[in-house]
């Protein structure tokens, strides 16, 4: 153990001082860098809901405004995010962070071809990969896009597999999605959507050896937009979906559970004078069963929301709205409250953005959403809501310089009670639990720099704290598992040679609690990734890319140790 927190720190170590190297390389290019169209705060009302669908970076909706405000559903969207770097809040270890276990990067590549204001003219498009490298990692995907009359359709499919480096790195997974919108009438318009996907992955315990999990996950759903006149509109949704899933040695079940859920929200809004008014509803039911006892659970999260926005000077814009919210499980009584909710956005000039936003209420996520954050966890979990008390988050952006954007943020929520992992130690499945009254606190600080024409940089630092009540912890050790100390992600982009990139992507993690009121930490470690694309006419890209570069022992859930350094090398094709 003293060895590899000894390699760990030189990783780290190392990690920062080539990054300090890369963006000081690139600095040393005389050319005038370009103006930077960098987007300050900006107030956004519709947000489509967190999902759990692939990211295809080839969608038209990955380009948003820089702040996006989901004051109904209490989070913020950064559009780094997304599209760069920074990661959402809060973080544990998200599926759509850029840190997670290293087979995941690929299905976001930054190469994927993508539909943009500039392809606006392109009736159809389609594309394909394929990637191979250690540990016999195979990577494959393939994708069409096409317009229609009233409407377009895009369809994709994906495989990954690898025989990782230890028994719970071994993995595969695969899948097909679709999508079709359609203007259904002049003032109508359709969406409806598919996926689903199968999934292994091998795994190990303490008492149990050999154990490998499978199963498959799939959801369809369909919206429907309705403008009633040039300045209201209506949207009714419906989706629905599930998974199967079981863990299981060579010789005998050892456990099997099925996740059902269905969701139906809508929306209406309208201008009255200088104040937008929207009327929001939604209603989510979970139904989960455990069939080694035949345990079954039933919870259900609603609400009816009234949200006004308004344009209160050039350059301050403002909301304030509140939902009545219920929600309910087999084995709790049945909860209600009202959950105001409201927002500021200030925008100075072409310069200096600041929002505010300041939120309450409850949170549910089904058991298909927890096993998209956590591959590992048992069968059995808490399934009602969180809930919180307040929350209250200041974020600021400054254009310093024409090529240079500054960041900041500042969160903390007083929850009446969270959710968070811990392994069991006999069957080593990361087990879900709950804690009263934490208080969690995060600053984001960051940079985003076009340090010449051909050289971007793009660097955070998310510092992390929470507070416990004292009567049920010890203050000296008291902390929530898997929240690290801090966190440092930091990416360059560099064009070699025209249309060859080497982008080198970097992430400095913290310590972290492993259980709670525990001494035990998990490490800190560096990661590093380094990506070589080069495009030959404009149809083919070769593809070389260096994972875990530094071959860091690390570890994202405890007792799991994730794969060392590989190489992989691949091609990719647009027509």
């Known amino acids: 153990m003293a060895n590899n927190r000894d390699k760990n720190k030189q990783n780290i170590l190392i990690t920062i001082l080539l990054l300090v190297f890369l963006g000081m390389a690139g600095a040393q290019d005389k050319a005038v860098p370009p103006p930077t169209k960098i987007q300050l705060p900006s107030d956004t009302t519709k947000a489509a809901p967190r999902s759990d669908k692939k990211i295809d970076a080839d969608k038209p909706a990955m380009e948003l405004p820089d702040v996006l405000i989901k004051g109904q559903d ?24 850029p840190y997670e276990p290293v087979f995941a990067w690929f299905q976001k590549d930054v190469t994927k071809p993508k539909l943009t204001d500039e392809s606006g003219g392109l009736q159809k498009m389609t594309w394909g990969s394929l990637q191979g490298g250690g540990y016999t990692t195979v990577i494959a995907d393939a994708g069409h896009w096409q ?184 084995y709790m009584k049945q909860k209600s409250r009202p959950s105001p909710y409201g927002r500021i956005n200030i925008i100075s000039g072409n310069e200096i953005g600041l929002t505010a936003l300041f939120s309450s209420g409850y949170d549910y996520r089904t058991f298909s959403d927890w096993r998209m954050e956590n591959p590992y966890l048992a069968h059995a979990i808490p399934l009602h809501a969180a809930e919180d008390k307040f929350a209250l988050r200041v974020e600021a952006g400054y254009q310093m310089l024409s090529f240079l954007k500054m960041s900041g943020s500042f969160s903390r929520s007083w929850k009446e009670n969270m959710f968070f992992w811990q392994a069991d130690p006999v069957t080593q499945f990361i087990n879900l639990y709950e804690i009263q009254d934490p208080e969690l606190t995060e600053i984001h600080l960051g940079l985003i720099a076009q340090v010449n024409e051909r050289t971007r940089l793009q660097a955070f630092y998310i510092g992390y704290s929470d507070k416990i ?97 590989y190489i992989l090398l691949g091609l990719r094709a647009k027509l």
């Open 74 to 97: 209490r989070a913020i969207r950064d559009v780094e995010a997304k599209k760069d770097l920074q990661p959402e809040s809060p973080t544990l270890v998200q599926p759509d962070s």
């Open 469 to 565: 009540d004292k009567e049920i912890s010890i203050p000296e050790i008291n902390g929530i598992p898997y929240r690290p100390d801090f966190r440092l992600p930091v990416r360059a982009t560099i064009e070699l040679l025209p249309d060859m990139i080497l982008t080198v992507e970097a992430d400095v993690y913290g310590e972290r609690r492993s259980r709670f009121n525990s001494e035990d930490r998990l490490p800190a470690f560096g990661l590093m990734h380094v990506n070589l694309s080069k495009t030959f006419s404009e149809k083919y890209t070769a593809l070389f890319s260096v994972r875990n570069l530094l071959d860091s022992d690390y570890v994202l859930w405890e007792n799991y140790p994730e794969t060392g350094v």
């Open 147 to 330: 317009k229609i009359d009233l409407g377009s359709y895009r369809a994709y499919g994906w495989v990954d597999r690898s025989s990782g480096q230890y028994n719970n790195s071994a993995f595969a997974q695969g899948g097909i999605s679709g999508e079709i919108n359609y203007e259904m009438a002049p003032q109508v318009t359709g969406n409806a959507f598919a996926q689903y996907e199968l999934f292994s992955r091998g795994m190990h315990g303490a008492a149990i050896s050999n154990m490998k999990r499978s199963g498959s996950t799939g959801r369809f759903g369909a919206n429907l937009q309705y403008d009633v006149t040039k300045i209201s509109g209506a949207t009714v949704g419906f989706e629905m979906g599930g998974t199967g899933m079981r863990s299981d040695t060579s010789s005998a079940l050892y456990d099997k559970s099925n996740d059902f859920w269905y969701n139906i929200n809508f929306n209406y809004s309208t201008q009255l004078g200088r104040i937008q008014l929207t009327a929001s509803g939604k209603f989510i039911r979970d139904a989960f069963k455990l069939e080694q006892d035949s345990v079954s659970s039933k919870s259900s999260m609603g609400g009816i929301g009234l949200e006004a926005f308004s344009k209160v000077s050039n350059t301050v814009t403002a909301a304030l709205g509140v939902n009545f919210e219920m929600t309910t499980a087999d």
